[in-house]
């Protein structure tokens, strides 16, 4: 195992007095189970996880083929073509859930405040952790050797004293990296984050930052934030409290989701209702990969608009059955898309999710849609 790991364990009171938080990352979980696996077959090879062209969409890409600007949630037909030796492997849900297990119960040997965001990643608060030392950077350094030993597996992990430094910091090095930001280094970490690593600011939002001067962390630190909130709204609150390090949000094991959804933003208007079908199917492809991750079903889709002028509107039905199905997600999706009609403006940003949910030991049955106004 490689990667930068630095000690990180100077003891002055404000680390002492600070939380430890750490954020683990499977470095291309699904792709690198199928190498670990299969390696005659597929060790060293750019490989990608998900459906075959042309209708497709890539679920993970191993780090052999991000070179070529392979990516998850990409059209298997536009990976295909940017990778011409790449080989497309259908997804075993069961296994990559089995060692997502697996390694859950790696990650709570030293904490129960053990909060998965998916089969792939989770935040561990270690401040008062069940065995050794307080240290988050020995914590994290020994979950990777861990899961490693354990299961063949590499992990990126971050460490700071909130969720999101920890998260940045986990992908800065990454595959297979250690990444620590103490609690004296937090402020200027931030600083030089580029605004588009800032949770909610996507495409359309970074444009309208930049044109406001807003390039950086830096730059929203100085920003007042009555300014933030003049132009974003109640998300400027939340961008100025991330940039100033002020992330106090907890670490919440067992987190009961009231829902499940996916949504993108797109860097150009569409005004088609065939073009928003498109772009609606890796939305839901992710919707239906996250359910099961959950191992979740949902009575209730919404789809979600945002039009050329912000304006958000929702669309929603609730089915006799629970589903999760990409397939059935599409048939209400485009059912919901043309009711009463398609939309009468271009649209932005598209999204799909499911509520009403249960259990799949629960769900049980088959599928009957029953469309209600």
């Given at each position: ?183 004296d280094e937090q402020m200027g970490f931030i600083a030089q984050l580029p ?54 949000r907890p670490v919440q094991p067992d987190r009961d989701r009231k829902s ?14 065939e073009t928003m079908l498109e772009r609606l199917s890796p939305i839901a ?89």
């Amino acid at each position: 195992m490689s990667g930068h790991d630095p000690d990180g364990t100077s003891g002055n009171d404000t680390e002492r007095d600070a939380r430890r938080i750490v954020h683990v990352d499977m470095d291309a979980f699904y792709a690198q189970i199928e190498q670990r696996d299969f390696p005659g077959r597929y060790a060293g090879k750019p490989i990608a996880v998900g459906g075959d062209p042309p209708r497709g969409v890539v679920q993970t890409a191993s780090y052999e083929a991000r070179p070529y600007g392979v990516h998850s949630a990409q059209p298997a037909v536009e990976a295909d073509r940017k990778c011409p030796d790449l080989i497309f492997v259908p997804p075993r849900m069961d296994v990559y859930q089995e060692e997502s297990r697996r390694i859950r119960k790696i990650l709570r040997r030293y904490t129960d405040l053990v909060e998965p965001l998916s089969l792939d990643e989770a935040y561990l608060d270690v401040t008062e952790p069940k065995t050794g030392r307080p240290s988050g950077t020995l914590i994290a350094r020994r979950l990777r050797t861990e899961i490693y030993e354990e299961t063949g597996l590499t992990a990126s992990a971050g460490v700071g004293p909130g969720k999101f430094v920890a998260k940045v910091a986990s992908d800065l090095d990454k595959p297979d990296g250690l990444t620590v930001v103490r609690p004296d280094e937090q402020m200027g970490f931030i600083a030089q984050l580029p605004i588009e690593k800032f949770h909610g600011i996507g495409p359309v939002t970074a444009a309208k930052m930049q044109e406001l001067g807003i390039q950086t962390g830096a730059d929203l630190q100085e920003t007042p934030e009555r300014k933030l909130i003049h132009h974003f709204g109640k998300r400027g609150r939340h961008f100025k409290t991330l940039a100033v390090g002020a992330d106090d949000r907890p670490v919440q094991p067992d987190r009961d989701r009231k829902s499940v959804g996916a949504e993108r933003t797109f860097p150009d208007d569409i005004d088609r209702a065939e073009t928003m079908l498109e772009r609606l199917s890796p939305i839901a492809e992710r919707v239906a990969q996250r359910l099961r991750q959950a191992n979740r079903k949902g009575r209730t889709v919404t789809l979600k608009l945002k039009s050329h002028d912000h304006q958000v509107s929702t669309r929603q039905t609730t089915v006799e059955r629970p589903l999760r199905a990409e397939d059935a997600l599409m048939v209400i999706t485009e059912r919901l898309l043309h009711r009463p009609h398609p939309p009468d403006e271009p649209v932005r940003l598209l999204g799909i999710s499911v509520s009403s949910l249960t259990d799949e030991e629960r769900a049980g049955g088959q599928l009957e849609f029953d469309f209600r106004p």
